[in-house]
């Protein structure tokens, strides 16, 4: 699989494409925005890490470019500011996901691979945290290689977990992929939901953990 | 010397003091020129008079003096009217003639000059003014004096001048009170640009550097102080301008070698040390984000139509830190208002100041424990954890740059809580720091 590091300084450019292709990953490395233009436009690659700052322009400008043409390319930015503003202009301008400099590795390698994994990109078919496996195709649960039985409903919950490793997915958010737009819904249904699901984790032996952060939503992470 | 606050009231001070010096002088001047101008008109007359007199004085051949006056002039010299007085004096002093039973001369004091005398002179209760004139007549020098009883005058001219106050003077007053009342109009009107030019000058504030005073219709004694003005925001601007550049270009510089060294830490093969390594970038990513954002709000001004949702960023800010503190085995937890809790000022800014209060919070918690979030209306957000409270000496120190308990401690820098405060400030909103009654501190930001 082949990403593009957009990324003006040399040196960062050559570590994160060297610990990508440690991750099995193949990279092309682009360091002006002509550059990157160039290659975007020419090689379809399965995602695009880019920094926002270029010596020769912005990266939002190649970012809006890429959308107008209707790529569907996930776009990982990053970006030295930290503002909500730059967030907001960034994920306006359709990247996927950002990353704040200075970011650890393995940050940018799952953000990367979330992306990847979306309905319709290039990564697997399967979501693995730990022990627990799902099949993105089947919507089947594996722990420990055992298929598991999940209702449909449990499953649609887990998918969105693992989709969201290690990162808060908010209650509207489940409550939204369950329900959709079935109207009223009752306060306390996605909770049962997540109740039953982490119990039968629990109970099969998943060692992973699902966290309610409350009046937020829920964390999925390994079990410590 | 009362000194006034306005221009406005300065110049109408000064306007009435000299409107009140011109009440007075006026009049007194008018006065004056009045009484000249009738005092030359008497003298005149007296010359006219004593001209007259002398028409009608003959020497006859035999020496003898004669004065036939017609019967109209007898009758203004005569006794009874008393008004006017003649006498017709030769160069011995001697009196030829006189209007007087007592044929003395009107003026003592006559010293029979060549030139035009005027006198005056007492007789009586009576003021006697006139004049002495000389005239050649063959070899001998005659003097005719013609006086008038000034306390007869008052009958015309007099009249006038007395009553002049009563009359006309008063007339003064009103025009100058009128006078006033349009001039209050006029500097009312001169001074508007002024007024306009600073209430634009109001509006002028960090987060709105563009705009300038207008120098339209500006008269020209002020319009070099504007123009002054105009380029000190010029230059203020541009000062703002090269900062926010120098924090963004900062900020680019710092963090990018952060993330080199992280990357490049990341590829040791002593994981130990990594691991300790990272902990050290970590500390000093954050002190670098945070002196960013101290030299951000250097420059930082609300933009008075943005509006925030407290909600929305305590919810945002519980989701990115709920795995750093899962990490460290605590928690988050958000409770309050369960719709929006909007407020005036910037989202950004507002997430940035109870971002440090959650790090704060979360660094004093123990593990097991929760940090709570909590969202009231009409904006208030609280950020309680179960550490070991503020003491009472500390409320006012832990807001102060760079201040810390444990100095011995690293990783902090103790700039969040000073942020914070800078950020509270800026939206004129209250940091409240107290202590729980389970334990524990309870940051509040209370939004007016």
Same mark, same amino acid.
């Given at each position: 699989?082949?990403?593009?590091?957009?990324?003006?300084?040399?040196?960062?450019?050559?570590?994160?494409?060297?610990?990508?292709?440690?991750?099995?990953?193949?990279?092309?490395?682009?360091?002006?925005?002509?550059?990157?233009?160039?290659?975007?436009?020419?090689?379809?690659?399965?995602?695009?890490?880019?920094?926002?700052?270029?010596?020769?322009?912005?990266?939002?400008?190649?970012?809006?470019?890429?959308?107008?043409?209707?790529?569907?390319?996930?776009?990982?930015?990053?970006?030295?500011?930290?503002?909500?503003?730059?967030?907001?202009?960034?994920?306006?301008?359709?990247?996927?996901?950002?990353?704040?400099?200075?970011?650890?590795?393995?940050?940018?390698?799952?953000?990367?691979?979330?992306?990847?994994?979306?309905?319709?990109?290039?990564?697997?078919?399967?979501?693995?945290?730990?022990?627990?496996?799902?099949?993105?195709?089947?919507?089947?649960?594996?722990?420990?290689?055992?298929?598991?039985?999940?209702?449909?409903?449990?499953?649609?919950?887990?998918?969105?977990?693992?989709?969201?490793?290690?990162?808060?997915?908010?209650?509207?958010?489940?409550?939204?992929?369950?329900?959709?737009?079935?109207?009223?819904?009752?306060?306390?249904?996605?909770?049962?939901?997540?109740?039953?699901?982490?119990?039968?984790?629990?109970?099969?032996?998943?060692?992973?953990?699902?966290?309610?952060?409350?009046?937020?939503?829920?964390?999925?992470?390994?079990?410590? | 010397?009362?000194?006034?606050?306005?221009?406005?009231?300065?110049?109408?001070?000064?306007?009435?003091?000299?409107?009140?010096?011109?009440?007075?002088?006026?009049?007194?001047?008018?006065?004056?020129?009045?009484?000249?101008?009738?005092?030359?008109?008497?003298?005149?007359?007296?010359?006219?008079?004593?001209?007259?007199?002398?028409?009608?004085?003959?020497?006859?051949?035999?020496?003898?003096?004669?004065?036939?006056?017609?019967?109209?002039?007898?009758?203004?010299?005569?006794?009874?009217?008393?008004?006017?007085?003649?006498?017709?004096?030769?160069?011995?002093?001697?009196?030829?003639?006189?209007?007087?039973?007592?044929?003395?001369?009107?003026?003592?004091?006559?010293?029979?000059?060549?030139?035009?005398?005027?006198?005056?002179?007492?007789?009586?209760?009576?003021?006697?003014?006139?004049?002495?004139?000389?005239?050649?007549?063959?070899?001998?020098?005659?003097?005719?004096?013609?006086?008038?009883?000034?306390?007869?005058?008052?009958?015309?001219?007099?009249?006038?001048?007395?009553?002049?106050?009563?009359?006309?003077?008063?007339?003064?007053?009103?025009?100058?009170?009128?006078?006033?009342?349009?001039?209050?109009?006029?500097?009312?009107?001169?001074?508007?640009?002024?007024?306009?030019?600073?209430?634009?000058?109001?509006?002028?504030?960090?987060?709105?550097?563009?705009?300038?005073?207008?120098?339209?219709?500006?008269?020209?004694?002020?319009?070099?102080?504007?123009?002054?003005?105009?380029?000190?925001?010029?230059?203020?601007?541009?000062?703002?301008?090269?900062?926010?550049?120098?924090?963004?270009?900062?900020?680019?510089?710092?963090?990018?070698?952060?993330?080199?060294?992280?990357?490049?830490? +990341? $590829?040791? @093969?002593?994981?130990? *040390?990594?691991? #300790?390594?990272? /902990? %050290? !970038?970590? &500390?000093?990513?954050?002190?670098?984000?945070?002196?960013?954002?101290?030299?951000?709000? +250097? $420059?930082? @001004?609300?933009?008075? *139509?943005?509006? #925030?949702?407290? /909600? %929305? !960023?305590? &919810?945002?800010?519980?989701?990115?830190?709920?795995?750093?503190?899962?990490?460290?085995?605590?928690?988050? @937890?958000?409770?309050? *208002?369960?719709?929006?809790?909007?407020?005036?000022?910037?989202?950004?800014?507002?997430?940035?100041?109870?971002?440090?209060?959650?790090?704060?919070?979360?660094?004093?918690?123990?593990?097991?424990?929760?940090?709570?979030?909590?969202?009231?209306?009409?904006?208030?957000?609280?950020?309680?954890?179960?550490?070991?409270?503020?003491?009472?000496?500390?409320?006012?120190?832990?807001?102060?740059?760079?201040?810390?308990?444990?100095?011995?401690?690293?990783?902090?820098?103790?700039?969040?809580?000073?942020?914070?405060?800078?950020?509270?400030?800026?939206?004129?909103?209250?940091?409240?720091?107290?202590?729980?009654?389970?334990?524990?501190?309870?940051?509040?930001?209370?939004?007016?």
């Amino acid at each position: 699989m082949r990403l593009a590091v957009v990324e003006d300084n040399v040196e960062l450019a050559q570590l994160l494409s060297r610990g990508l292709q440690e991750k099995g990953y193949e990279t092309d490395i682009l360091t002006t925005a002509a550059e990157a233009r160039e290659a975007v436009t020419s090689t379809r690659y399965a995602a695009l890490v880019l920094d926002l700052g270029l010596p020769d322009g912005d990266g939002l400008s190649i970012l809006r470019e890429v959308r107008q043409r209707k790529d569907p390319v996930p776009v990982l930015v990053l970006t030295a500011r930290g503002g909500v503003h730059d967030r907001v202009n960034g994920l306006r301008s359709g990247a996927d996901d950002y990353l704040v400099k200075p970011f650890a590795f393995e940050e940018l390698v799952a953000r990367l691979e979330a992306l990847l994994r979306r309905p319709g990109q290039m990564l697997g078919r399967s979501l693995q945290v730990a022990n627990l496996v799902f099949d993105t195709e089947s919507r089947q649960t594996f722990i420990d290689d055992k298929p598991q039985v999940l209702s449909a409903r449990e499953t649609t919950v887990l998918e969105l977990l693992l989709r969201r490793k290690d990162r808060v997915i908010s209650k509207k958010l489940v409550e939204d992929h369950i329900f959709g737009n079935a109207g009223e819904v009752a306060s306390n249904a996605v909770e049962v939901y997540v109740h039953r699901l982490r119990k039968q984790l629990a109970e099969r032996g998943a060692k992973v953990q699902i966290h309610t952060i409350r009046g937020v939503g829920y964390l999925l992470a390994e079990e410590k | 010397m009362i000194s006034f606050k306005s221009i406005f009231s300065r110049i109408i001070f000064l306007h009435v003091i000299a409107l009140v010096i011109t009440a007075i002088f006026m009049p007194v001047v008018l006065y004056w020129f009045l009484r000249s101008a009738a005092n030359d008109l008497h003298a005149q007359a007296m010359r006219e008079q004593a001209g007259l007199v002398a028409h009608y004085l003959q020497l006859r051949d035999d020496g003898h003096w004669t004065l036939d006056l017609p019967p109209a002039l007898q009758d203004l010299y005569s006794q009874a009217y008393g008004r006017y007085a003649y006498a017709v004096i030769d160069d011995t002093g001697h009196v030829l003639f006189s209007s007087s039973k007592e044929q003395t001369a009107i003026f003592p004091q006559d010293r029979r000059s060549p030139e035009v005398a005027f006198l005056e002179t007492r007789r009586g209760d009576a003021r006697l003014s006139g004049v002495s004139i000389a005239r050649r007549m063959g070899e001998h020098m005659v003097w005719i004096e013609v006086g008038e009883d000034l306390a007869h005058r008052d009958v015309i001219i007099d009249d006038i001048v007395a009553d002049f106050f009563m009359r006309v003077g008063w007339i003064i007053l009103p025009i100058l009170f009128f006078l006033l009342l349009i001039d209050v109009v006029i500097f009312r009107r001169a001074l508007r640009p002024l007024v306009h030019a600073s209430e634009s000058a109001k509006k002028i504030n960090p987060a709105r550097t563009d705009l300038r005073l207008s120098e339209e219709s500006i008269p020209d004694e002020i319009l070099p102080l504007v123009q002054a003005v105009n380029q000190a925001f010029d230059r203020l601007e541009v000062g703002f301008r090269v900062q926010r550049e120098f924090t963004a270009d900062a900020a680019h510089e710092l963090r990018t070698p952060l993330t080199i060294l992280r990357s490049r830490v +990341e $590829t040791l @093969a002593d994981k130990t *040390a990594a691991a #300790a390594l990272k /902990r %050290d !970038i970590d &500390a000093m990513s954050r002190i670098v984000s945070q002196l960013l954002d101290i030299a951000e709000l +250097e $420059t930082f @001004a609300i933009d008075p *139509a943005e509006r #925030a949702d407290l /909600r %929305d !960023i305590c &919810a945002e800010l519980a989701e990115f830190a709920a795995p750093l503190a899962l990490a460290q085995g605590k928690h988050i @937890a958000l409770s309050g *208002a369960a719709d929006s809790v909007r407020v005036n000022g910037s989202g950004e800014m507002i997430a940035r100041a109870v971002r440090n209060l959650i790090e704060n919070a979360l660094n004093h918690s123990p593990a097991g424990q929760t940090v709570e979030i909590v969202v009231e209306k009409p904006g208030v957000v609280r950020v309680l954890d179960d550490g070991p409270g503020i003491k009472s000496d500390e409320r006012e120190l832990i807001f102060r740059r760079f201040w810390r308990r444990d100095r011995r401690r690293s990783g902090s820098a103790g700039l969040g809580l000073a942020i914070v405060k800078r950020i509270a400030d800026a939206h004129g909103a209250i940091v409240k720091v107290e202590n729980r009654a389970g334990g524990g501190a309870a940051f509040s930001l209370i939004f007016a």
